[in-house]
Each structure stands twice: as structure tokens, then as C-alpha cells.
């Protein structure tokens, strides 16, 4: 795994979601967490996904910067608001 480089793509393939431009629009647009809501406790993922996720973000590498976009982008309303 060490050789991908991590993108957003990449982050969703890993989570196995759809990685298509398209379905990474749909599901930030359709997940929209509260300013209070963690990545990691959204309700959105498995289990899996969320030790995935929090693994990421606690390793603090080149992951990390990506999950912390996603992050953002599900908390983009809540922001706005």
C-alpha cells in the first residue's frame, strides 16, 4: 500500500466506495456532518471504515492530509451556516 499515492480517490477506494469524480460529489454532498459530528462518528460508515479513517488521521502522514479534506468537505454546510 505504500506505493499509492494517497488522493481522494484512492481514500474511497480504500473505504470501498465508488472512487468516480462523480460519486465522491454525491456522497459529500449527501453527508454533510454537523459542526459537532467527527469524521469518525459519522453514521455513515462501518466499522471498518471508521478504525480506517481514525487510523489515518492518528498516523498524521500523507493520509491524514487526505481524510482532513474529506473531513472538510463533509462539514462544508455546517460551516456555511
Do not use: Y
Amino acid at each position: 500500500m505504500s506505493n499509492v499515492r494517497p488522493r481522494m480517490t484512492n481514500l474511497f477506494e480504500q473505504l470501498g466506495l465508488d472512487s468516480s469524480d462523480e460519486a465522491i460529489a454525491h456522497f459529500i454532498a449527501t453527508h454533510q456532518l454537523s459542526a459537532h459530528t467527527k469524521i469518525t462518528e459519522a453514521d455513515c460508515w462501518t466499522e471498518a471504515q471508521r478504525q480506517f479513517l481514525a487510523e489515518k488521521i492518528k498516523s498524521d502522514g500523507s493520509w491524514a492530509i487526505i481524510v482532513d479534506q474529506l473531513n472538510e468537505s463533509l462539514h462544508e454546510d455546517s460551516v456555511i451556516q
